[in-house]
Structures are given as structure tokens and as C-alpha cells.
């Protein structure tokens, strides 16, 4: 199938029918409206509107936004009894104005966390105990400010191990115990009840990780504790995940409830470590060179061909699927905002979403909604 979308998509680039403008078609939210939510994680120049073309963009193609960093422990909560609501109050503020589905993104996660979560004022660890309290207060103060404003919280974010699908050894884990995702969703429920809840990971395509993420989840909702589904991060490329990875990971997921495709991109760049996780700790030492960096002058046409067909391929399986699938969030709103341009090597130039640097639709824009119409026709 990926074949024979790549042979078509290849035809219709050449005869023209896929173009590199979008302005005679309808946007992608208006798209996939019956579908599921088209999403795109934003940083502050978008929400503030300093950067003018981004904010544009969000508003013209995207009814659901995530922050990228500000509702991070780090950046809301970086010192004991200190908040830091203003740009989150912002972000808010702005989906709401635009009459958006809002993710708050992420409420506990074992990275950009401060080590004074974990610690009491000599430096030594919590007890079991005293990091619940710490955890409960944060999620009480965070999801009750934002109570009825933010649509869908990623409660908990990677908790589970690469390959063997093990618990992550995070302080969380280690001080708390493993139970510390199920409490975590108990608080944010008991909180905000009308809020969908999500766990968030990277790597779910990945058989072993995928029946961790299950087992986990599972407990939680055996446990009679709510949540609504799996966020299954997107960091994807030109040949990864397979089409077979992908729809077990959905269809196993939409056992438990919902599933929603959460920072979608695709790394067009040659691996620098064969890692294909997301990481943000798994940082190369290897220097960025023409072989690890080949395209900083563009994006050659054989490419762009190869990212249309796999983002049509994509799409194609997440509307065979629509019936498990309430969102599909792009992390990054154009290939300037995108992380992939510093991960895992830092100074490299990515292409990794769907619309360009200068903030024009990609041909990857006219193939999935051509696919949208053409499944609608039929």
C-alpha cells in the first residue's frame, strides 16, 4: 500500500494536481472536522502572536493546541510555593479566544522536572509520603486553575523503558512506587472530573513498549480510576514505523479508550545513532557533518516526494481508524519550530513537518486532504 500511495502521490506531484500552495482548498481542521482534531503544539512568539505567520497558521489550520514547554514542572512550578502562571494563563487565553480543544502538556514527567520536587530541604529524598503530598498539590493548584478552560491534560509523560517495556526507574517511580501513575490520575480526576486524562509516551509502535504501556494502563483502569486514553507520541520518519506497527499500536490502545497521535513529525535527516525513540536525553557527541546534515540548502524533490507519501500513508491509516481517534497533534506548527532541529545532534536542518520555514503548506497539505476527499467520494 505504502508503495502504490508513493507511485500515485510521485504522479500527481509531477502532473501538478498536488500543488505547493493550498489556497484554493479548504483547511485541514475543516477537513478532518468529522474525523478528529488537527493539532499543533505551539510556542509563546505563536500564542502571544509576535510571530504573525505562525499564529495565522494556527488559527487558519488547527482547532486544538498544546504547549511545548510552559506548563512543564520546570517552567510553571520551579521553586517551592512558586508558580509561574503568566504565559500559561496566555496560551489559554488564546485557545479559547480561537475556540480551540486545549491540551495541558505535562503534568508528571520524570525530565524537566526540578530535583527539589524530589527532595526535602537538606537535600535528601522525600519519603513515599511527602512526594504524594508535593505531587498532589501541584496537580490541585495546576488543573484547578485551568479547570473548565483546558479540555485534556497528558497526566503522565514516558514511564515506561525502551525495548523490554519495563517501569522507568524515575524518581517518581523510585520514591513513589509504581503506583505513582495511578494516583496521578486519581488527583487530576478528582480535580477537574470533566477533563479528558491521557498517558503520553514516545515509541508505542514498538511491540514490547506497547504491552508495557497496556499492562500499565490497564492496572489504572482496573483499578476503577478514569482515564480517557493513550497518547501515542508521532516522532516518526521517511520508513518508520511500518504500517503494521502503527495499526496493532492503535487497535490494542483503543481497547482501553481513545487514542490520540500527539506530536506527529517525521525526520526526513539520516540517523546519527540508529535511535528511534524520542529521548530528549539521548543527546549524539557526534559532530554534525554533509552526511548527517545534508540538506541545509532545501529539501531535494525526491524528498519531498518520499515525506508526501508517508504522511498520506500516515493519514490514511489514522481514518481507517477515526472511529478509535479524537486527535491528531503536529509537534511544531513549520520546519523552523520543529526540536528535530537540535535532536540528537544539535545545529542540524530538519524538515519535519507539513508546512515549510517560510510558513507555506508543503505538497504532503493538498495529498491528505485529496486523500480525506477522495475517501469521502467513495
Same mark, same amino acid.
Given at each position: 500500500?505504502?508503495?502504490?500511495?508513493?507511485?500515485?502521490?510521485?504522479?500527481?506531484?509531477?502532473?501538478?494536481?498536488?500543488?505547493?500552495?493550498?489556497?484554493?482548498?479548504?483547511?485541514?481542521?475543516?477537513?478532518?472536522?468529522?474525523?478528529?482534531?488537527?493539532?499543533?503544539?505551539?510556542?509563546?512568539?505563536?500564542?502571544?502572536?509576535?510571530?504573525?505567520?505562525?499564529?495565522?497558521?494556527?488559527?487558519?489550520?488547527?482547532?486544538?493546541?498544546?504547549?511545548?514547554?510552559?506548563?512543564?514542572?520546570?517552567?510553571?512550578?520551579?521553586?517551592?510555593?512558586?508558580?509561574?502562571?503568566?504565559?500559561?494563563?496566555?496560551? $489559554?487565553?488564546?485557545?479559547?479566544?480561537?475556540?480551540?480543544?486545549?491540551?495541558?502538556?505535562?503534568? @508528571?514527567?520524570?525530565?524537566?522536572?526540578?530535583?527539589? @520536587?524530589?527532595?526535602?530541604?537538606?537535600?535528601?529524598?522525600?519519603?513515599?509520603?511527602?512526594?504524594?503530598?508535593?505531587?498532589?498539590?501541584?496537580?490541585?493548584?495546576?488543573?484547578?486553575?485551568?479547570?473548565?478552560?483546558?479540555?485534556?491534560?497528558?497526566? @503522565?509523560?514516558?514511564?515506561?523503558?525502551?525495548?523490554?517495556?519495563?517501569?522507568?526507574?524515575?524518581?517518581?517511580?523510585?520514591?513513589?512506587?509504581?503506583?505513582?501513575?495511578?494516583?496521578?490520575?486519581?488527583?487530576?480526576?478528582?480535580?477537574?472530573?470533566?477533563?479528558?486524562?491521557?498517558?503520553?509516551?514516545?515509541?508505542? *509502535?514498538?511491540?514490547?513498549?506497547?504491552?508495557?504501556?497496556?499492562?500499565?494502563?490497564?492496572?489504572?483502569?482496573?483499578?476503577?480510576?478514569?482515564?480517557?486514553?493513550?497518547?501515542?507520541?508521532?516522532?516518526?520518519?521517511?520508513?518508520?514505523?511500518?504500517?503494521?506497527?502503527?495499526?496493532?499500536?492503535?487497535?490494542?490502545?483503543?481497547?482501553?479508550?481513545?487514542?490520540?497521535?500527539?506530536?506527529?513529525?517525521?525526520?526526513?535527516?539520516?540517523?546519527? *545513532?540508529?535511535?528511534?525513540?524520542?529521548?530528549?536525553?539521548?543527546?549524539?557527541?557526534?559532530?554534525?557533518?554533509?552526511?548527517?546534515?545534508?540538506?541545509?540548502?532545501?529539501?531535494?524533490?525526491?524528498?519531498?516526494?518520499?515525506?508526501?507519501?508517508?504522511?498520506?500513508?500516515?493519514?490514511?491509516?489514522?481514518?481507517?481508524?477515526?472511529?478509535?481517534?479524537?486527535?491528531?497533534?503536529?509537534?511544531? $506548527?513549520?520546519?523552523?519550530?520543529?526540536?528535530?532541529?537540535?535532536?540528537?545532534?544539535?545545529?542540524?536542518? *530538519?524538515?519535519?513537518?507539513?508546512?515549510?520555514?517560510?510558513?507555506?503548506?508543503?505538497?504532503?497539505?493538498?495529498?491528505?486532504?485529496?486523500?480525506?476527499?477522495?475517501?469521502?467520494?467513495?
Amino acid at each position: 500500500m505504502r508503495t502504490l500511495l508513493f507511485g500515485m502521490l510521485t504522479a500527481l506531484l509531477l502532473s501538478g494536481c498536488v500543488s505547493e500552495k493550498t489556497s484554493e482548498n479548504p483547511t485541514l481542521k475543516e477537513v478532518f472536522e468529522d474525523d478528529f482534531y488537527i493539532g499543533a503544539a505551539l510556542n509563546p512568539s505563536q500564542y502571544n502572536e509576535r510571530d504573525e505567520v505562525g499564529s495565522d497558521l494556527v488559527k487558519k489550520h488547527f482547532n486544538s493546541i498544546t504547549p511545548e514547554n510552559i506548563m512543564k514542572w520546570e517552567n510553571l512550578h520551579p521553586e517551592p510555593g512558586v508558580y509561574n502562571f503568566e504565559e500559561a494563563d496566555k496560551f $489559554v487565553e488564546f485557545g479559547e479566544a480561537n475556540d480551540m480543544y486545549i491540551i495541558g502538556h505535562t503534568l @508528571v514527567w520524570h525530565s524537566q522536572t526540578p530535583d527539589w @520536587v524530589f527532595e526535602d530541604e537538606n537535600g535528601d529524598p522525600l519519603s513515599r509520603e511527602e512526594l504524594l503530598a508535593r505531587m498532589k498539590e501541584h496537580i490541585e493548584t495546576v488543573v484547578g486553575r485551568y479547570k473548565g478552560k483546558v479540555d485534556g491534560w497528558d497526566v @503522565v509523560n514516558e514511564a515506561i523503558n525502551d525495548r523490554d517495556g519495563s517501569m522507568r526507574q524515575s524518581k517518581w517511580h523510585q520514591i513513589i512506587g509504581e503506583d505513582f501513575v495511578a494516583k496521578a490520575f486519581e488527583y487530576a480526576h478528582e480535580v477537574d472530573p470533566e477533563a479528558e486524562l491521557y498517558y503520553n509516551d514516545y515509541s508505542l *509502535n514498538d511491540s514490547t513498549k506497547r504491552e508495557g504501556a497496556y499492562r500499565l494502563m490497564k492496572s489504572v483502569q482496573d483499578q476503577g480510576i478514569y482515564f480517557t486514553g493513550i497518547g501515542m507520541q508521532g516522532h516518526y520518519s521517511l520508513d518508520h514505523p511500518t504500517d503494521k506497527e502503527l495499526e496493532d499500536s492503535i487497535t490494542r490502545f483503543g481497547e482501553l479508550g481513545v487514542v490520540a497521535i500527539t506530536e506527529l513529525d517525521m525526520d526526513v535527516l539520516p540517523s546519527a *545513532n540508529n535511535y528511534q525513540g524520542a529521548d530528549i536525553s539521548a543527546m549524539s557527541d557526534t559532530e554534525s557533518d554533509s552526511v548527517l546534515n545534508p540538506y541545509t540548502e532545501g529539501l531535494p524533490d525526491s524528498v519531498v516526494q518520499q515525506q508526501t507519501a508517508q504522511y498520506a500513508n500516515f493519514f490514511r491509516i489514522f481514518l481507517n481508524h477515526s472511529d478509535k481517534i479524537n486527535r491528531v497533534t503536529f509537534w511544531g $506548527v513549520r520546519d523552523s519550530d520543529s526540536w528535530k532541529n537540535n535532536w540528537p545532534i544539535p545545529g542540524r536542518t *530538519n524538515y519535519t513537518l507539513i508546512i515549510d520555514r517560510e510558513g507555506e503548506p508543503k505538497p504532503a497539505v493538498d495529498a491528505i486532504i485529496e486523500l480525506k476527499k477522495e475517501q469521502s467520494s467513495n
